[in-house]
């Protein structure tokens, strides 16, 4: 196998493909979440392909111009190094989880900086270059209204339900919470 490669880490990156989330589509398994980071710089392009990355090209929009070479990245919270996701806002930065990363599915970004870690692989003779998620910072694009209520909490719903009593179910002494397990059910006559 060749030398050990290091990490790419890209400022201000353009990704694209975004599926987080892990959805089955027309070019994409069930439960396989990725994304395409394009590549911009044609000295980086020629030493990735040298070092048997996995780079694509994209078929160029209009006659004339040149194959936009991308790298497909994936993410894997299953192995032993599960990818560090955040999510900037006007409120602050938020860690987010396996269950939540699908919300950069759709998210307006201003901003992206990424870590992409390789994976050198040999399988059958053939070797290459596999690029895993190792960091993201994602920043949001907010409107004028989300920055105008940014400061407002997510939910009344928590001060609501801390103060409330818990729902009875039944009549007169044998009432018992709603979130039981046991419900008793008495015969009226």
Excluded: C, H
């Amino acid at each position: 196998m060749a030398e050990r490669l290091g990490t790419i880490t890209v400022e201000n990156a353009r990704i694209l493909f975004r599926n987080f989330e892990g959805k089955e589509g027309t070019y994409n398994r069930e439960g396989d979440r990725n994304f395409a980071l394009v590549l911009e710089d044609p000295k980086v392009v020629e030493q990735l392909v040298r070092d048997g990355w996995n780079v694509k090209y994209l078929k160029p929009r209009e006659v004339g111009d040149e194959p936009q070479p991308y790298l497909p990245v994936a993410l894997n919270f299953k192995g032993p190094r599960p990818p560090k996701v955040f999510m900037i806002t006007s409120r602050g930065k938020t860690a987010l989880t396996e269950d939540m990363v699908m919300i950069l599915d759709w998210a307006d970004l201003a901003n992206v900086d990424v870590i992409v870690r390789p994976y050198q692989w040999e399988v059958n003779g053939k070797t290459g270059v596999k690029a895993y998620l190792q960091t993201i910072f994602a920043t949001i694009q907010e409107d004028e209204l989300e920055q105008k209520y940014s400061e407002v909490p997510d939910s009344a719903l928590n001060s609501i339900e801390r103060d409330a009593e818990p729902l009875q179910i039944g009549m007169g002494e044998g009432r018992i919470p709603y979130d039981s397990d046991e419900i008793i059910i008495e015969e009226r006559n």
